[in-house]
């Protein structure tokens, strides 16, 4: 199983990333998936996840609005639109998928064991 992010970089306040996650080693709809960023001295968030089965959608009450998951299945790549980015969105963030999770809140308001992470990709937002 792998998950590779990319799409990251160097933004100003206002600017916008799209984020991708490209998967390999199982099928992208038979796992709940989403996106979880690491700012420092806090805990990883679930910023915002895609459920199982069907394509319902979580996000956390800071990036409702201006971020938009989605998921292609021919691609097997998770992506991640955000939108009128903040500075509050510096951080790494990291794509996490898990086969045991069903939906996309389960998903996003907790870390398990059992999850499979990528190796994130750095955002900045800086004028």
């Known amino acids: 199983v792998q998950l590779v992010e990319s799409g990251g970089g160097l933004v100003q306040p206002g600017g916008s990333l799209r984020l991708s996650c490209a998967v390999s080693?199982?099928?992208?709809?038979?796992?709940?998936i989403g996106w979880f960023r690491q700012v420092a001295g806090r805990k990883r968030e679930g910023v915002s996840c895609?459920?199982?089965?069907?394509?319902?959608?979580y996000y956390s009450g800071n990036v409702k609005g201006r971020f938009t998951i989605s998921r292609d299945n021919a691609k097997n790549t998770l992506y991640l639109q955000m939108n009128n980015l903040s500075p509050e969105d510096t951080g790494v963030y990291y794509c996490?998928?898990?086969?045991?999770?069903?939906?996309?809140?389960?998903?996003?308001?907790?870390?398990?064991?059992?999850?499979?992470w990528g190796q994130g990709t750095q955002v900045t937002v800086s004028s």
């Open positions: 895609i459920s199982k089965r069907d394509t319902t959608t």
């Open positions: 996490v998928a898990n086969a045991w999770i069903t939906t996309a809140e389960g998903m996003c308001l907790n870390t398990r064991t059992s999850d499979y």
């Open positions: 080693g199982f099928t992208l709809d038979r796992y709940a």
